[in-house]
Antibody
Framework: QLQLQESGPGLVKPSETLSLSCTVSGGSVARRNYYWGWIRQPPGKGLEWIGNIYHDGTTYYNPSLKSRVTIFVDTSKKQLFLRLNSVTAGDTAVFYC???????????WGQGTLVTVSS | QPVLTQPPSASGTPGQRVTISCSGTSSNIGGNVVNWYRQLPGTAPQLLIYNNNQRPSGVPDRFSGSKSGTSASLAISGLQSEDEAEYYCAAWDDGLNCVLFGGGTRLTVL
């Protein structure tokens, strides 16, 4: 059973860069082809996919966020990273990292971390 | 804005059967599998149904999924109070090359 844990600052100033990390533990990540992903949920709203990264480094991004997003991994440390540039109040959300065996599928989720964009 | 369309709310009484619909297009549901996630209040989403109608280990058989054309449905039979949650459908979109989520359906057990 995989466990994922997001971490990062809970408050980011407008126009700055939001940086989060996600650490996976348990399970046998390295023995299977897999995807890691980030999903966000503004307060009181629905889920929005941010992007995925395949175990070989191939990335897929939400077209609406693509110009501002970078997702990368440190496989040796079983860590996933998210960078979102030029944030505004509209980027305030709970950010979830997730792991799955297909690019469209999220088998395991982290508990989420709230990031507020405010000066 | 979500491209997969779900009703914002659904309700039922204990023991009833409830269905939640998810409507898309040929670029997403019509050509790809649908997954369903359940989000209990204050918690992270959990995978409920994958590949249209498959249940992960531990999900009761009260939950079932189906897909026909560009629409999918989640059915919950023998409704229980603990089924109160937000339910989301999701699918890959070949045109946008991205994962789409539905807007979510809040299920209330009366």
């Amino acid at each position: 059973q995989l466990q994922l844990q997001e971490s990062g600052p809970g408050l980011v100033k407008p126009s700055e860069t939001l940086s989060l990390s996600c650490t996976v533990s348990g399970g046998s990540v390295a023995r299977r082809n897999y995807y890691w992903g980030w999903i966000r949920q503004p307060p009181g709203k629905g889920l929005e996919w941010i992007g995925n990264i395949y175990h070989d480094g191939t990335t897929y991004y939400n077209p609406s966020l693509k110009s501002r997003v970078t997702i990368f991994v440190d496989t040796s440390k079983k860590q996933l990273f998210l960078r979102l540039n030029s944030v505004t109040a509209g980027d305030t959300a709970v950010f979830y990292c997730a792991w799955g065996t297909y690019r469209h599928l999220f088998d395991y989720w982290g508990q989420g971390t709230l990031v507020t964009v405010s000066s | 804005q979500p491209v997969l369309t779900q009703p914002p709310s659904a309700s039922g009484t204990p023991g009833q059967r409830v269905t939640i619909s998810c409507s898309g297009t040929s670029s997403n549901i019509g050509g790809n599998v649908v997954n369903w996630y359940r989000q209990l209040p204050g918690t992270a989403p959990q995978l409920l149904i994958y590949n249209n109608n498959q249940r992960p280990s531990g999900v009761p058989d009260r939950f079932s999924g189906s897909k026909s054309g560009t629409s999918a449905s989640l059915a919950i039979s023998g409704l229980q109070s603990e089924d109160e949650a937000e339910y989301y459908c999701a699918a890959w979109d070949d045109g946008l090359n991205c994962v789409l989520f539905g807007g979510g359906t809040r299920l209330t057990v009366l």
